[in-house]
């Protein structure tokens, strides 16, 4: 019948198959398309064509089977795919029409796409879509920006998808253009820090304490049912437990140190340093995985590896484990609500950032406990600087557990484990509530060599000296 799906899906790669299911189950009529026949006859097949699936074989036939206003979901790779695909559907569209684009793209290309396609009436949506194939199908966490009056249209539809906490859905409008795609950059950069701080701590735990992969996991576990509670430390400990049939050792024993990327937490960093706001952690969890790529590098030099030896006692390095993965989430989440507040401010969102925190406390990679308590400290408050909210919130757990933060750090100097993440997440932390910072020196050093110009405590204006130089 023409006309008749409510929505469709084109692209299915695990999420977008998922995705259509979870519409599927939801009650919505789904029309899918994908480039190649082959894999929609395939998702056929393995989703026994359940009753409101509708596989079309052309684009024209795709978009001929959406009832009006017709609503799109694209699941294509990042980049010039999503270009081919709009440029494929445009001749097809009318005025009303609704694209949501739910990749990775760079929230610069959604912003560019959503005014290309405003001349034609076609209400574009860029949309980060978090909590991976398993999320796509049970309820994903989404960050929507764009056209309001598309949204308008997909609403409705988005809220029953939905990831849910407390029967809240867990999606939300951030406002035009590529602000969907913004939050949703900056959410992945948390997600690069929190997994490298993982990936730290659990390098501590094995040098320090001597912990295998098992009892590594154990100690994961004990820490997922209190403050660290969150997807990434359970996800932790049920892969460090995992073992193959056939194998009697640990899976991760065998899985190469070569961590690759997508390029999301590479756009965090470049972005951080676009707008001057500092967001070390998520940088240093990127350099992290170009670090990890140089494995051919890492062999030939390791035989100059040295380190200090152990000298925190082993009951207190636990302790120190804990409470250092603990800070270094706060931090990483209060770097990425900095990096939120100046994005919104300086490319026009104009989002709070507490609906980020909202979206965030179910369905999605980085969501915990954490997530949860500082959208309760947001709530129903109005601020100049939502970050300075949340360092308020969590300021005694920082007064209380920096002594454990110094000691992981310099633990992990002492036996030789690489710590950045977790070392720039205290330095942050230590930088940004100095009242006053060496910065002075640097400035003074600048005038010195290239008559760069100072600003004074005590006066106004810039000034320039000869520093004793005759």
Not at 98 to 123: K, T
Request: proline share 4%; with cysteine.
């Amino acid at each position: 019948m023409q006309g008749s799906s409510d929505v469709g899906v084109l692209g299915l790669g695990p999420m977008g198959e998922n995705f259509a299911l979870n519409l599927l189950s939801r009650g919505f009529s789904v029309s899918v398309y994908n480039r190649t026949p082959e894999r929609t006859r395939a998702f056929l097949e393995r989703s026994g064509a359940p009753e409101g699936l509708r596989a079309t074989y052309s684009v024209q036939e795709f978009v001929s089977s959406l009832s009006r206003p017709r609503r799109v979901f694209l699941f294509v790779k990042a980049g010039a795919p999503v270009d081919e695909v709009i440029a494929q559907l445009r001749p097809h569209l009318e005025e009303g029409d609704v694209l949501i684009d739910c990749g990775n793209s760079h929230f610069r290309d959604s912003d560019r796409r959503y005014q290309e396609l405003l001349g034609q009436g076609v209400d574009f949506i860029g949309m980060g879509v978090s909590g991976g194939y398993e999320g796509a199908l049970r309820g994903p966490s989404m960050m929507a920006g764009g056209s309001i009056r598309g949204y308008g249209s997909v609403e409705g539809v988005l809220r029953e998808v939905a990831a849910r906490h407390h029967g809240d859905p867990c999606v939300a409008y951030f406002g035009p253009g590529g602000s969907g795609h913004l939050v949703k950059t900056v959410h992945n950069g948390i997600e690069y820090a929190m997994m490298g701080a993982i990936a730290e701590v659990y390098g501590v735990l094995r040098a320090g304490l001597g912990m295998g992969p098992e009892d590594a996991s154990e100690v994961f576990e004990s820490w997922s049912n209190g403050e660290l509670s969150s997807f990434l430390v359970e996800a932790t400990y049920r892969v460090l437990r995992y073992r193959e049939r056939e194998s009697e050792e640990p899976l991760i024993e065998r899985v190469l140190d070569v961590a690759e990327q997508k390029g999301t937490g590479l756009w965090t960093a470049q972005l951080s340093l676009e707008l001057g706001v500092p967001s070390p952690s998520i940088s240093e969890a990127v350099h992290g995985r170009f670090v990890s790529a140089m494995k051919g590098f890492r062999e030939k030099a390791s035989r100059f590896a040295c380190s200090a030896g152990p000298s925190t006692a082993e009951s207190d390095l636990l302790e120190a484990c804990r409470s250092s993965l603990y800070l270094t989430f706060v931090s990483s989440y209060l770097q990425g609500s900095l990096l939120l507040e100046a994005s919104s401010r300086s490319l026009g969102y104009g989002f709070d950032v507490a609906e980020a925190f909202r979206v965030w406390r179910a369905g999605c990679i980085i969501r915990s406990r954490i997530v949860e308590r500082a959208y309760s400290a947001l709530l129903g408050r109005e601020a100049e600087s939502r970050t300075l909210q949340l360092m308020e919130e969590f300021h005694r757990d920082f007064r209380e557990q920096m002594v454990w933060w110094a000691d992981f750090v310099a633990a992990a100097a002492r036996l030789g484990v690489p710590a950045p993440v977790t070392s720039s997440a205290m330095n942050w932390y230590l930088s940004v509530t100095s009242r006053r910072l060496t910065a002075n020196l640097v400035q003074a050093l600048r005038d010195y060599f290239g008559r760069h110009g100072y600003q004074r405590t005590d006066m106004p204006g810039t000034f320039t000296s000869d520093w004793g130089r005759g």
